[in-house]
DNA sequence: TTTTACACTTTGTCTAGGACAAACTATTGA
DNA sequence: TCAATAGTTTGTCCTAGACAAAGTGTAAAA
């Protein structure tokens, strides 16, 4: 009577694909699924959680071969360990227990008040030194809490949510009512069809925004093709793109390589966001942003060659 | 020279299972994809483009072993014929010129334009019948144009963005500063796993909070256990579910039983949206709000109940 | 004529194990 | 210490068979 959930079931709330799952199994041992009256694999929500943490800890760079026997507490340690940018956080005491309070709230779901305090700091710091220091390090934290199990998935996607209508309420707040055609740069914001996270996304889109660039988002997951057709029909300067650390590495290269090709030359290509392979193996002929405080010398420099 | 696309990818743009591909392939002859040097299947965008018109087709209960070797023309026309909403809009002469100006507004790529126009309606209208009488038949004419690919992808993600924009600009002006807990009913409001749309739910969580509800939005693609903790730690009275035409039937029905059973039975299940499934054999134990104007005479039954 | 029951057909997803390139690691030689 | 080479690991693709769930059609009963 115990709840076990199907391979495509399994696929979509760990991240891992059937073909990996089942590779797995055969290669390693684990995970070993029960199996239904049908022969069909039944992976159990103990699994399921283990499978969780160990492509997280893929994401961040470890290798399935040499982690995948370890047991869940052994592997949520070692998620811990090899987050440099938490351990910094949690050294700097008086920012941190800021920090902290929100992801309490989180955890106590107190939406309400979560979204107020948010909207509080917001007025009190201003938009760019919120985004900048308070919600990049607080998604950081939130994306360890949750992969450590100290955060459920739904109070994240209670955060995620509260975050999101603070941010758009900012955003359009600070946009033109009718803005010129003529101001620039131009630029598109999207992310690549297998991306779906878009709180980074959200946040660039505000800190342009306010540097007084003439903003259009298309929102998560467009296709390649679609994103080259936009582009074009907007005369956009440039390409926001925006990647989270979940993103399959070689999907990000491809795609970035793909875009360069097809989009017009006059066309810049800026990918910012955790995806590690951008920091590893920056491709050439697109700007890497590693973080949003970048964007503002990045428009500086962007200007600059514009006046030429 | 001509750009092909890989399985994983054809899945990604069409929404068809790579299982579906290659089954298709092997039983109809449809899509015969060519074969790269390491002999995998590469899709032209020609068969992507069908792929993705059929899928839209098979959502409105089309069979594929029937239409599968139609042309590109004759499905887009099929398209056409078999959605009577569009046709009756169509009729409805001075209205619809109204829906038509936006639509044309994504295809002119003026989203500044779109969301102020968007905007100055809903003032004029109020919250409940912008929504009721404008969006929801916009939505169905802007799914329409693009199944029939006389909207472009990214001009339908343009669409997507700019009412998000306006419908949460006016969600958080309604919302309450600090929501007494006590005010009922308490509802929790997401989608299932497989569905990413999150337009309906927007609109949904805007009628509930004009008609006094007790809003905490989940965003999208929350998994089912997750569902469940969060309705029991926000002591929720109602779970409120969209459903989108793209969605898997089997899925929405299995999805709602196990959410049922595994909800205690004081929690109520609300369920909206363009499923068919929910209006050919509507789930016992489930509400079902085949639009958004039933929202108002559910929630004065469910009052009546409480008062008991 | 409409409804119910049963058989037949269609369709999507699962199964298995093999293959191979790309990414990563270790070792060698300069 | 660094660069090139050889070896290992890993994910995704391949084929082809199986089966249940959903849909369709036909015949008997109401």
Redesign the pocket.
Known sequence: MAISI???AAERDTGL????L???E?RYGFPAPMRDS????AYSLEQVEKLRVLKRL?DQGH????IIHYSVQELQQLAQESVPAIKMAAESGAENAELQGFVDLCKAHQAETLRHNLAQSLSRMGLERFIVELMAPLNQLVGEAWANGTLQIFEEHLYTESVQAVLRTAISMLQRPHAAESIRPRILLTTLPQEQHGLGLLMAEAIFVLEGANCISLGVQTPIMEIVNAANAQRADIVALSFSQAM???QV?QGLEDLRKKLPVTTEIWAGGHSPVLARRPPQSVYVLPNLADIHTRLSEWHARDQK
Chains 1, 2 share one sequence.
């Open positions: 199907s391979i495509s694909s059937k073909d990996a089942r590779v797995w055969r049908l022969g069909e694999r893929l290798r399935p071969g040499k399959n590495p070689r290269l």
